[in-house]
Every structure is written in C-alpha cells, then in structure tokens.
C-alpha cells in the first residue's frame, strides 16, 4: 500500500514572488539562469581561501524555467498548476505534488518570496 503525500491547500493559495533581489537572465533556449550573489563575512572567507566566486549562477531545469516568469505575485500555486498541466501534460504529473516541492525548494533558498 502506498502512501500518497497530502498538500496543504492552503499552501497551493500562495502567491510565489521572484526574490526582488536577484538577478536572472534568460538564453535563447529559454533556461532561466539565476545570478546569486555570494555576500556576508562567512562567504568573503570562502572567496578569499577556496577561491568561491562573488557570484554562483544556478541555471534552473525545465519545469523552473517554464514557471519563472509567472511568478509575480499574482497567481497562486494552484493557478501556476493548471498552466503547467497544459504545457506539460501528463509529464507533469503528480502535478500539485511536484510544484508544491519545488516551490519549496525555490523558496528555501530565498530565490522567491511568499
């Protein structure tokens, strides 16, 4: 018997925002490539002794750069899920499941804001 995971509904109402900090450009192909600023006394020690960039970029998969530019503000995540259904299909499946995690994902590492 397997387990299905259970999404908050109330987490789907959310209004994912693209942090207003962070920079993205986006190539011909349409991969989205984030530019995280490496800041804060901890990474300045990193830079000087493991030679840490000022800057990693983080060039997001498909389904991130897909959802990107939708994320405003303005929609929620069960709004962003039927736009995803209907450019993925049944690739996207488990759908809410999927795009709830990778909100989550987005958000924890402050590359978005709720």
Not at 75 to 98: C, D, S, W
């Amino acid at each position: 018997m397997s387990k299905k995971k259970v999404i908050d509904e109330n987490y789907l109402e959310n209004k994912p925002k693209r942090n207003p900090v962070l920079n993205f450009t986006t190539d011909e192909k349409g991969v989205v490539t984030l530019e995280v600023e490496n800041t804060g006394v901890v990474n300045r020690i990193f830079q000087k002794l493991l030679k840490k960039p000022k800057i990693t970029y983080v060039h997001l998969d498909e389904t991130g750069s897909f959802i990107w530019p939708y994320l405003d503000g303005e929609m929620t995540i069960t709004e962003l899920g039927v736009i995803v259904k209907e450019h993925f299909g049944e690739k996207a499946e488990p759908l809410y499941e999927r795009l709830a995690k990778y909100i989550s994902i987005l958000e924890s590492y402050h590359f978005i804001v709720m």
